[in-house]
T-cell receptor, first 116, second 113 residues
Framework: AQTVTQSQPEMSVQEAETVTLSCTYD???????LFWYKQPPSRQMILVIR??????QNATENRFSVNFQKAAKSFSLKISDSQLGDAAMYFC?????????????FGQGTILTVHP | DAGVIQSPRHEVTEMGQEVTLRCKPI?????LFWYRQTMMRGLELLIY????????DSGMPEDRFSAKMPNASFSTLKIQPSEPRDSAVYFC???????????FGPGTRLTVL
């Protein structure tokens, strides 16, 4: 079975600085997708970024980027120029390719605090 | 699109009462997921449907929990009878094959007294 591990229960960063959240996963599949979701205090789960395993290029969405290391099964999220609104719980998630019906396996989450 | 719609947003009930949570997935999405989130257990997948058919309900904690999807635009999660340990935030999410991303509703915060 696939597992997703986020080894940092909590992280903090100063406003305008850069922070990296770690995620590792275990799978024997070659076709899969990886996601980062953000859950602010409003508790809404918001997609931050996604990465297809077959793509070597790291995904980027504005201030958010990933470091996808397929051989190491690592998928970290880098937040640049951190803003107060980035404070939230961040979840890493894995999804198999074909035949999975879209089921996600989530990590335990990392609470990010942003200091002004 | 309006996104995934859940109702009610908040529910407070007494132990032993029946609770029904509702979800309307994004139009065109063919998979629907029910999750439960608590401080102790984190985010748990309860059940999911594909084309209105339940695929895996192994996450449903007890027989007190049941879920239905009578059509492509509506699903319910029912708890009968409810217990205080059922207090949690319940999320519904939906996805399609393309672009494979799962979108979440705003959640229902359930409190069982």
């Amino acid at each position: 079975a696939q597992t997703v591990t986020q080894s940092q229960p909590e992280m903090s960063v100063q406003e305008a600085e850069t922070v990296t959240l770690s995620c590792t996963y275990d799978t024997s599949e070659s076709d899969y997708y990886l996601f980062w979701y953000k859950q602010p205090p409003s508790r809404q789960m918001i997609l931050v970024i996604r990465q297809e395993a077959y793509k070597q290029q790291n995904a980027t969405e504005n201030r958010f980027s990933v470091n996808f290391q397929k051989a190491a099964k690592s998928f970290s999220l880098k937040i640049s120029d951190s803003q107060l609104g980035d404070a939230a719980m961040y979840f890493c998630a894995y999804r198999r390719g074909e035949g999975s019906y879209g089921k996600l396996t989530f990590g335990q989450g990392t609470i990010l605090t942003v200091h002004p | 699109d309006a996104g995934v719609i859940q109702s009610p947003r908040h529910e407070v009930t007494e132990m032993g009462q029946e609770v029904t949570l509702r979800c309307k997935p994004i139009s065109g999405h063919n998979s629907l997921f029910w999750y439960r989130q608590t401080m102790m257990r984190g985010l748990e997948l309860l059940i999911y449907f594909n084309n209105n058919v339940p695929i895996d309900d192994s996450g449903m904690p007890e027989d007190r929990f049941s879920a239905k999807m009578p059509n492509a635009s509506f699903s319910t999660l029912k708890i009968q009878p409810s217990e205080p340990r059922d207090s949690a935030v319940y999320f519904c999410a939906s996805t399609s094959r393309v672009p494979d991303t799962q979108y979440f509703g705003p959640g229902t915060r359930l409190t069982v007294l």
